[in-house]
């Protein structure tokens, strides 16, 4: 049984209620179970289902530990990427800005006018509550439709394009309107994990996020980036994702 749906029974009241290492120890013999007395591709599709709730509660959890932010902004000072190679008082655009914890630092560390878009209501409420900062603009607007009001000299897309359909004429598009000099972004890497080729031979998906259109090999992202008219001049592999900056290689894409 999934676990998103065991969570929702009546009886997790009466779990709750039993000494704190029953609960963990029903869980693991169910698991040896499973593991051990059913054919392995039916072990395997279970336990990789077991792990997708797992992992969707440990994203939540990790949220709430960091006060709202995921913990993993933290951790993998993954920011660093992006306001290392922004300078003071460039214009930066970041597109699909989220809940805006990089369009902050971008602004605090890098020195940088930043503005954020997206598209989510939400996210950009706890945006401008939690981050708020005098070189630090939210705009809610859905980039794929929205025309910038002004030029940028960066544009950051941080774990956006991968959901997005037509990116290339998308990148061509931004580049084109915005005058940017270059553009820094980070996507998921497809090699990330010996998981993936072995849920894709089970029949599974076996993407980091149902809602991704692709995921990236190094020379996926390099050649998209070309299609792009966008040249890469840096790709780093850190943490199964890819950080690239990428120019305009032609002059009328700017």
């Known amino acids: 049984m999934r ?3 065991l969570a929702k029974r009546p009886w997790r009241a009466f779990l709750s209620a039993l000494p704190p ?6 869980f693991r013999s169910w698991v040896n179970v499973l593991a051990e007395r ?3 591709p039916s072990a395997l599709r279970e336990l990789f289902a077991l792990d997708d709730d797992l992992q ?4 939540r959890v990790a949220m709430r530990y960091d006060g709202g932010v995921h913990a993993k902004h933290r951790l993998t000072r993954y920011h660093d990427f992006f306001v290392e190679r922004v300078e003071s008082g460039e214009r930066v655009l970041d597109v699909g800005c989220g809940k805006g914890e990089l369009a902050h630092d971008l602004a605090e560390r890098s020195g940088a006018e930043v503005t954020g878009v997206d598209w989510n209501d939400r996210s950009l409420a706890f945006a401008r509550e939690r981050f ?4 630090l603009r939210f705009v809610e607007a859905d980039v794929r439709s929205w025309a910038p009001d002004s030029e940028f000299d960066v544009l950051v897309l941080s774990n956006i394009l991968e959901h997005l359909p037509d990116r290339v004429p998308l990148l061509r598009r931004l580049i084109g309107e915005t005058r940017a000099s270059r553009i820094l972004l980070r996507v998921p890497a497809i090699d990330r994990h010996w998981h993936v080729p072995l849920r894709a031979e089970l029949g599974l998906t076996y993407f980091s996020d149902p809602t991704h259109e692709v995921e990236y090999t190094r020379a996926e992202l390099e050649r998209e980036l070309r299609e792009a008219w966008l040249e890469p001049v840096e790709v780093v592999a850190r943490w199964g994702e890819l950080w690239a900056e990428a120019r305009p290689d032609r002059p009328d894409a700017r």
């Open 3 to 5: 676990l998103s749906r």
């Open 21 to 26: 290492r029953v609960p963990e120890r029903l």
């Open 38 to 40: 059913r054919r392995p």
């Open 56 to 59: 969707r509660e440990l994203d």
């Open 132 to 135: 708020a900062h005098p070189s």
